[in-house]
């Protein structure tokens, strides 16, 4: 059974870093053909993907958010860590970490963390 945990600060200030970390259990972040993203959900609106790691280490993200993004792994540890720097209220949301295969959907999910911004 494949679980996923974010976990992190749940309050940010303004213009600091956002640092979260995923950890996954139930399965190796390195097995092949796997994706392992980070999606965020802000208070009344839709999921918003931000990027994703995949079993090989590379990286993709959000046009939108990849100059603030950084989306990095700890093979020892099983964990996905996100970064998100200079914060600002508008990234307060829901923030969710989630596995899919090659051409298929999510199928395993975190139950998600909110992290507010705020001075």
């Known amino acids: 059974q494949v679980q996923l945990q974010e976990s992190g600060p749940g309050l940010v200030k303004p213009s600091q870093t956002l640092s979260l970390t995923c950890t996954v259990s139930g399965d190796s972040i390195t097995a092949n053909y796997y994706y392992w993203s980070w999606i965020r959900q802000p208070p009344g609106k839709g999921l918003e993907w931000m990027g994703t790691i995949e079993y090989s280490g590379s990286t993709y993200y959000s046009p939108s958010l990849k100059s603030r993004t950084s989306i990095s792994r700890d093979t020892c540890k099983n964990h996905i860590i996100l970064q998100l720097s200079s914060v600002t209220p508008e990234d307060r949301a829901v923030y969710y970490c989630?596995?899919?295969?090659?051409?298929?959907?999510?199928?395993?999910w975190g139950k998600g963390t909110l992290v507010t911004v705020s001075s």
């Open positions: 989630a596995r899919r295969s090659v051409g298929m959907l999510y199928d395993y």
